[in-house]
């Protein structure tokens, strides 16, 4: 099995910055896109920003100058540095991997959510 495990989020002032992590572990044979998503109360989930395997990377509009994503592939590790944060970014954060598995001669991928991590953006 594979397990998803964010980290970093919490209580920020606006304008301030924090930097979230996601590590996977598990079954590994590789893993291809990563991506982190955020979900505000009462809304849907929406993606903020995805990283390839090969490290192309892509943003929400909401989110774009101010959010980097980054991947350590020896560690597994995806990365989410905000800054310039504004209140409208509070949300619970869920870090997305599709990861490839390799059973009995066979490759499969599958797609592996964290539990979230909330971050709150308030002074």
């Known amino acids: 099995q594979v397990q998803l495990v964010e980290s970093g989020g919490g209580l920020v002032q606006p304008g301030g910055s924090l930097r979230l992590s996601c590590t996977a572990s598990?079954?590994?044979?590789?893993?291809?896109?990563m991506a982190w998503c955020r979900q505000a109360p009462g809304e849907q989930r929406e993606l903020v920003a995805q990283i390839t395997s090969g490290g192309s990377t892509n943003y929400a509009d909401s989110v774009k100058g101010r959010a980097t994503i980054s991947r350590d592939n020896a560690k597994n590790t995806v990365y989410l540095q905000m800054n310039s944060l504004k209140p409208e970014d509070t949300a619970v954060y869920y870090c997305?991997?599709?990861?490839?598995?390799?059973?009995?001669?066979?490759?499969?991928?599958?797609?592996?959510w964290g539990q979230g991590t909330q971050v709150t953006v308030s002074s």
């Open positions: 598990g079954s590994i044979f590789s893993i291809n896109a």
């Open positions: 997305d991997a599709d990861v490839v598995l390799y059973f009995h001669g066979s490759h499969y991928a599958s797609a592996y």
